[in-house]
């Protein structure tokens, strides 16, 4: 019973089981009482043709001409006259009244009837018709007719309601195999890939099963295999270039820290390789502090404190902050905010997430070229905005570049020093004052970073 198509299969099983046999139940009773009523009725309309006959020409010959109709297998006629002897029987034998044992007083009123209609449990169903033909002569004629013919008639229908039966379990089978065909082999396909997928094997190779639920099952996997793998390579990457990262200052460290050991060294030179040493060492602490700040993100253990201020001296010390970096690099940078503007938010955080947004703007832009920081307010929330005129990002990379470790083209990366943190500990801060970030960036003409909070 593990398997989903067996399930299936025996929910199926049991379903169309009670529907068929309700089904069955209802043509069966349905045939059979029809076939009995037709058999009623003839019975009816012969006993009273035979009595109509008798009526008009009631004579001995009349009588024998009616018995002699009647000499059948199926068929007996017998005619009572009103004292109840018979004059007139297609039952040589006598055997039916002597079985019946049936006697005019039995009948009562002047229609026609049936009087035995057990056509289940007796040999016969009988008819009963009254005639009248004048004082003397009066009585009844009795029409029999045998039950065999329903009863064949009966069993013939149950043979045929158990070959349906049966025709419907091997349809039955046959719906319970491409179940397990349609259903039960991708889904297998599917167990083992994940099994793989589990294993650290990405390679998912799995067949294309349309647009179903298990081909939606089987696309999400696919994702799912090229998600884990890119993943997997990006730890390596940036593991690689955290080596990198650290490696370069400590490199600097120890060469500059044995040559400010070196007793000839004069106070000047000895200054600048210390230096030197302060700088890299403040580098790395700043490295390590963004590493940081990622891991407890991912734990969730900060907290965000929002408070009401003004947006203008806000950004203006930010703008204060890096318009130096901006200079070395001749980039333009403005700063577009009306004094009255309000923003409600965590101000280090918030100066967190403008930092590194400003410090893309400035790492991703070319030389004399421009970049614009801007605050409005929209529908109620305060905008910002940081829009850079430099080299862009490939549109099927944007979805990406929120997560954590990941940079476009690693090697441009490279060059440009970044590590792929600073994106996703803006969105995490972002995320966690509730608010949004949106991203448009054309390849080659620029990006526009909006964060709504
Ligand atoms: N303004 C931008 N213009 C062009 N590309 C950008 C811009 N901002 C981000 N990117 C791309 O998105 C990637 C992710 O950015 P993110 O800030 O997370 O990492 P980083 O700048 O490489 O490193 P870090 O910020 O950790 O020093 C970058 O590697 C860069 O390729
Ligand atoms: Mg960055």
């Known amino acids: 019973m593990n398997k989903i198509s067996t399930k299936l299969a025996v929910c199926f099983f049991i379903v169309v089981l009670i529907m068929e046999s309700l089904l069955m139940y209802y043509l069966h009773q349905n045939m059979i009482n029809n076939r009995v009523e037709e058999e009623f009725s003839l019975l009816l309309a012969n006993g009273a043709n035979h009595r109509d006959v008798l009526i008009e020409n009631y004579s001995d010959t009349t009588i024998k001409h009616i018995v002699l109709m009647e000499k059948n297998e199926k068929r007996e006629v017998m005619i009572i006259d ?143 295999a090229k998600d884990l793998k890119r993943l997997k390579n990006e730890r390596n990457e940036f593991l690689a270039s955290i080596a990198h990262e650290l490696n370069t200052p400590l490199t600097y460290l120890i060469g500059y820290s044995k040559v400010a050991k070196r007793e000839d060294l004069s106070d000047k030179d000895r200054k600048y390789y210390l230096e030197i040493i302060g700088e890299e060492s403040n580098r790395m602490k700043e490295l390590m502090k963004n590493l940081l700040d990622l891991a407890r993100m991912d734990e969730n253990t900060f907290t965000i404190s929002k408070e009401h201020f003004l947006a203008k001296p806000f950004l203006e010390n930010i703008y204060k902050f890096v318009a130096p970096s901006f200079e070395i690099k001749k980039i333009k940078l403005n700063l577009v905010c009306k004094s009255n503007l309000h923003i409600y938010a965590d101000a280090l955080r918030l100066e967190q997430i403008i930092l590194n947004l400003l410090d893309n703007a400035l790492k991703y832009s070319n030389e004399n070229s421009e970049v614009c920081l801007k605050a409005y307010e929209k529908d109620g929330s305060t905008v910002i905005s940081v829009i850079d005129t430099g080299i862009g990002i490939p549109s099927n990379e944007i979805e990406f570049i929120f997560e954590k470790l990941y940079r476009v083209e690693k090697s441009r990366s490279r060059a440009y020093g970044g590590s792929g943190i600073g994106l996703a500990v803006v969105k995490e801060l972002v995320d966690a004052h509730g608010g949004t970030i949106e991203v448009e960036s054309k390849i080659g003409q620029g990006s526009t970073f909006k964060i709504t909070i």
Do not use: C
């Not at 209609?117 to 029999?144: A, C, E, K, T």
């Not at 064949?152 to 349809?171: A, P």
């Not at 397990?180 to 890939?193: D, N, Q, V, W, Y």
């Open 82 to 224: 009103s004292t109840g002897s018979m004059i007139g029987s297609s039952d040589n034998s006598y055997m039916l009244q002597e079985e019946y044992q049936l006697s005019v007083d039995d009948f009562n009123g002047e229609k026609d009837y049936i009087v035995v209609s057990d056509w289940r449990s007796l040999p016969y169903i009988i008819s009963v018709h009254p005639y009248v033909v004048d004082q003397n002569r009066s009585g009844v004629v009795l029409m029999f007719q045998s039950t065999k013919s329903i009863n064949q008639m009966v069993d013939d229908m149950n043979l045929h309601f158990v070959i349906s039966g049966i025709i419907g379990l091997i349809v039955l089978f046959i719906i319970y195999a491409l179940l397990s065909k349609i259903l039960t082999r991708p889904l297998i396909r599917m167990k083992e890939a994940t099994e793989k997928l589990s294993k650290g094997d990405f390679e998912v190779n799995l067949p294309n099963l349309g647009s179903d639920e298990l081909g939606d099952l089987s696309n999400s996997i696919h994702k799912l």
